[in-house]
């Protein structure tokens, strides 16, 4: 097992858990004997946040082209990956009781979920230079605009609580990222 492996499984663990919270919340409102109310923006985030953690461990193949990894530089890995369990968590509550209205409950968390979203971001400008200057330079000037642009719409959507905003956030964040990802990084390596 070489560095990048062993650096990886503890990494791959924690985004199994998000993955893993994720599937169990949708496991849950699907095997409900009386249906629960789950809207639009609540699904959408959802939806992105399982892209964003499936997409996040195909990104970080390419930190196996770091020469030399530092505790400082795993650590902030682990933490980047546990950021990730961390708002997929703030999706699902612990307990879907039978009065559970999920969109709801979204908007009750949505200040907890869009800071985080905004440190993800910002985060993912480190991860990405972490694997070169060359790589985040191929990324072209897209990259550091559509991050900027994120973190100012996560910013504005902890305090507007307009549904049509959310929605409107929502829906374009997934759409921007099956794009991206499909443009930048349909092949591993």
């Given amino acids: 097992m070489d560095r990048f492996e062993y650096v990886m499984v503890m990494v791959s663990i924690i985004i199994g858990l998000a993955l893993a919270h994720l599937l169990q919340g949708l496991v849950e409102v699907a095997q409900r004997p009386r249906p629960l109310r789950l809207r639009s923006i609540h699904l959408v985030w959802v939806i992105f946040m399982l892209m964003t953690v499936a997409f996040f461990w195909w990104w970080q193949f390419k930190l196996q082209a770091l ?23 703030l999706l699902f509550p ?28 910002s985060i993912d400008l480190v991860d990405t230079w972490l694997k070169g200057s060359e790589h985040f330079q191929s990324l072209g000037p897209e990259y550091p605009v559509s991050v900027a642009v994120n973190i100012i719409w996560s910013l504005i959507a902890i305090f507007v609580p307009s549904r049509i905003f959310q929605w409107v956030f929502a829906l374009g964040s997934l759409l921007y990222l099956l794009s991206w990802v499909f443009r930048q990084f349909n092949t591993l390596g």
């Fill in 67 to 89: 020469q030399e990894w530092t505790f400082g530089t795993y650590i902030f890995v682990l933490g980047y990956a546990c950021l990730m369990y961390f708002q997929s968590t």
């Fill in 94 to 121: 612990r307990d879907l009781g039978p009065d559970v209205d999920l969109d709801e409950f979204f908007h009750r968390q949505r200040g907890w979920f869009f800071g985080a979203n905004v440190l993800n971001r």
